[in-house]
């Protein structure tokens, strides 16, 4: 199936290579060198016993890194052109995810990405900065499954239903590896589950529509114009 029948009549996401991958190593080591770092391995060991303001004040580091949505889209172009075309409206900034191993750590809400009020022509590309060895990544619900919990939900006047709840606890994360990422559309339900490890997980996410698709809630504050090249 093409990736365009299956990110929209499909499963709704699939993992696919990143095509220029000397690209996205080029933009791991410009994430490294603003957060301190030579090592993605020592850097996810020392974000593992960070407090979450620790973390915070990490991320400041990253406010002056406002390629990394071009970077992050170039290295996937062959995946976004075939679903947009090459102009497009891309994420201004980039999402940088950290997620703290151990029991306590807060943990992403089932959720699909329509509700922070992108258009649903947006799809989004999440890639992690190393390979996931163990259950730190995220889990994502078929588009058929996705959709008729939206419709129960909407049906019974609910938020956050007992289905949605269950989910934190028995979904299994996809695995992917450095030089992978994972393209979903925005009605798929998807979140991540607790996990043990001694290094943190780290990925990053951006969305992306065609120009030529009508923009909702988010508008240009959240997106900006870019020609893939
Ligand atoms: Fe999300």
Known sequence: MSIVNELIYGKGYKVLPISNLKLFNKLRSLFLKRMGFKDIKVLRKNIA???NGEVNKLMIN???FNKASEM??????????????REILVQRRLNTIFNLPGKEQRRQWPHYELMSGISPFTFVLWAPLHDLDDEGGVYYYEQ???LNIIKYEQKKGLVNSPIILEMMHNK??????YGEVIVFN????????GFNSNLARIACSVRFQ???????????DFFKYYKLT
Do not use: E, R, W, Y
């Open 49 to 51: 016993t960070m407090s």
């Open 62 to 64: 990253l406010l002056s």
């Open 72 to 85: 992050m889209a170039d290295s996937c172009k062959d995946i976004i052109s075939k679903l947009c075309g």
């Open 144 to 146: 058929k499954n996705s």
């Open 172 to 177: 299994k994360p996809t695995k992917l590896k």
């Open 186 to 193: 925005p009605f798929i339900l998807h979140g991540n589950v």
């Open 210 to 220: 065609s120009k030529f698709k009508p923009l909702f809630q988010k508008n240009t």
